[in-house]
């Protein structure tokens, strides 16, 4: 491997393109050297724009001997097949997340990587980087708000082009809730109900209640049509007490009368630290070979969530969510 770590990137819409933006102006020791995109004329774009090259495949950039490591960041029902060829050319990736569109399919990834013995993909489940969510478990865990009770989380989007249906908003949006909450309480979700006022076909905002194994229980509001903004809300309410995020610093302003700070547009910009720390986290790892942030062990989970909530929004009924025994591999290192 070079002393610079040569990423290639698969994807090159907001997501894709916005890494690309990061890890070449942010990200130390790091050269985007090739881009993929169906849309060759997007991939060329971002490409260009990094001093790297358009790769005719996302097989040959996984395979090139141009790239050290990949970030993945094309659709959703992509992921899992790629984060297999990345095991299978040894090479380390940082998949956005989901890991899967199934529970079915993230595991798949988890036994490429269990049959290696080796881990060499992160999940992008860049809220566990987020200076404000990082505090807030710091605060769980130093036990300061007594025993946990509930988490209040509300999750937003102006509008959403990638979460178009109602097992979608699930599986693209609520899935970070999925992960976050389990993290946060260091804890497993054991239940899972959705409710949802259908309107023009599309079950959107979705209310959650997540059951946690240690009693707590999570409600999650997930709206990936708001209209108004990017808001991503979350409460802890213990018995000694409640930690919640504060809004992103921000200016605050006074015109025409109006006291107020803006609601950032989109996750770019709302969790923009957020995707710069992981980055430079992953980029540190991976120029050693390897990973250390959220696993496909924790992918595989949230989507296993994620299944069960997507059968409690069709059928209206709770629905358990099923423990499995966490292989060797995944036993430490974890974030
Ligand atoms: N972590 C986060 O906060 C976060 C935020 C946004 C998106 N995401 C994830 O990133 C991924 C991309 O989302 P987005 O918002 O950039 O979507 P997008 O629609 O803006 O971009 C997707 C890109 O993938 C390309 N594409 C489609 N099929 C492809 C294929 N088979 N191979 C290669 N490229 C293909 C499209 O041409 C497009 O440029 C999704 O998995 C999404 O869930 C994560
Ligand atoms: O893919 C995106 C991404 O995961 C964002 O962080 C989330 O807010 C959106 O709802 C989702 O569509």
């Not at 399919?105 to 200076?131: H, N, T, W």
């Not at 710091?138 to 249906?165: D, P, Q």
Request: charged share 20%.
């Amino acid at each position: 491997m070079s002393t610079v770590l040569r990423v290639g990137v698969v994807g090159a819409g907001a997501m894709g393109a916005d890494h690309v933006r990061t890890l070449t102006t942010a990200v130390p020791g790091v050269a985007v050297t090739e881009v993929y995109d169906r849309d060759t004329e997007r991939a060329t774009q971002v490409a260009q724009g990094a001093g790297g090259s358009v790769a005719t495949s996302a097989e040959d950039l996984i395979g090139s001997d141009q790239v050290d490591a990949v970030v993945i960041a094309s659709p959703d029902s992509t992921h899992a097949d790629l984060a297999v060829a990345c095991i299978a050319a040894g090479k380390p990736a940082l998949c956005e997340k989901p890991l899967a569109v199934t529970a079915q399919d993230a595991l798949r990834v988890v036994e490429a990587e269990v049959a290696l013995g080796r881990r060499l993909v992160q999940v992008g489940f860049m809220r566990r980087y987020d200076p404000g969510y990082a505090h807030l478990k710091a605060t769980v865990a130093s036990g300061a708000l007594g025993e946990v009770r509930v988490v209040h989380n509300v999750h937003r989007n102006a509008s959403s082009t990638t979460s178009a249906t109602g097992p979608g908003i699930v599986t693209g949006s609520m899935i970070h809730e999925l992960d976050t909450v389990a993290w946060l309480l260091d804890d497993e979700v054991v239940g899972i109900r959705i409710e949802s006022p259908v309107r023009d076909g599309l079950p959107d905002p979705q209310l959650a209640t997540l059951e946690m194994a240690g009693g707590a229980l999570a409600t999650v509001e997930v709206f990936v049509n708001a209209g108004y903004g990017y808001d991503v809300r979350c409460e802890v309410v213990g018995t000694a007490g409640t930690a919640a995020l504060a809004p992103a610093p921000s200016v605050s302003t006074r015109i025409a009368g109006v006291d107020g700070v803006a609601v950032a547009s989109d996750f770019v910009a709302h969790f923009a630290d957020a995707y710069r720390i992981e980055l430079t986290a992953w980029a540190r790892a991976a120029s050693a070979g390897a990973v250390d942030g959220p696993t496909t062990w924790d992918g595989y989970r949230a989507n296993v969530v994620a299944e069960a909530g997507v059968a409690a929004l069709v059928g209206g009924a709770r629905q358990p969510v099923l423990s499995a025994s966490r292989p060797a591999l995944y036993a430490v290192g974890a974030r």
